[in-house]
């Protein structure tokens, strides 16, 4: 749901797919969109785009995995989104050409410090790798 955050007034119900609770939740820069990462925290993921206007639907697209699978997190006009397919691969997914336009498979995916809990692609240069400890390169 969307909410007035001055008055704390429900402006919009924003529902989700069946069995799907949200993750990651952003408005786009033109204000005039909600774009919303899902999952049902075992192996769907949904990327969602509303319409504030009306409260539609303006895109979706339903991601399965191997493993517990997230949108971690799209670019900020929607059309990029990056899925985890947890420890086994991450991927750009392009909504508008309705395909994958890039992959890190999970020996390049490691957690980095300043990040939070996030994975990120490391880097796949031969010779860099963290220490024991995970703290530096």
Request: proline share 7%; hydrophobic share 40%; charged share 30%.
């Given at each position: 749901?969307?909410?007035?955050?001055?008055?704390?007034?429900?402006?919009?119900?924003?529902?989700?797919?069946?069995?799907?609770?949200?993750?990651?939740?952003?408005?786009?820069?033109?204000?005039?969109?909600?774009?919303?990462?899902?999952?049902?925290?075992?192996?769907?993921?949904?990327?969602?785009l509303?319409?504030?206007?009306?409260?539609?639907?303006?895109?979706?697209?339903?991601?399965?995995?191997?493993?517990q699978?997230?949108?971690?997190?799209?670019?900020?006009?929607?059309?990029?989104?990056?899925?985890?397919?947890?420890?086994?691969?991450?991927?750009?997914?392009?909504?508008?050409?309705?395909r994958?336009?890039?992959?890190?498979?999970?020996?390049?995916?490691?957690?980095?410090?300043?990040?939070?809990?996030?994975?990120?692609?490391?880097?796949?240069?031969p010779?860099?790798?963290?220490?024991?400890?995970?703290?530096?390169?």
């Open positions: 749901d969307v909410f007035d955050a001055g008055t704390g007034r429900p402006l919009r119900h924003l529902p989700l797919a069946d069995g799907q609770r949200p993750r990651v939740a952003r408005f786009l820069p033109d204000g005039k969109r909600l774009a919303v990462g899902s999952s049902d925290w075992n192996t769907a993921a949904v990327f969602t509303f319409d504030l206007a009306n409260g539609k639907v303006v895109s979706s697209r339903e991601f399965q995995g191997k493993g699978t997230f949108v971690i997190d799209f670019t900020p006009d929607g059309r990029r989104v990056i899925v985890e397919d947890r420890f086994n691969r991450v991927f750009m997914w392009d909504m508008t050409a309705a994958e336009v890039w992959e890190a498979g999970s020996a390049r995916v490691a957690p980095v410090v300043g990040h939070g809990d996030e994975r990120v692609p490391a880097p796949p240069l010779g860099v790798r963290l220490t024991r400890r995970r703290r530096r390169l």
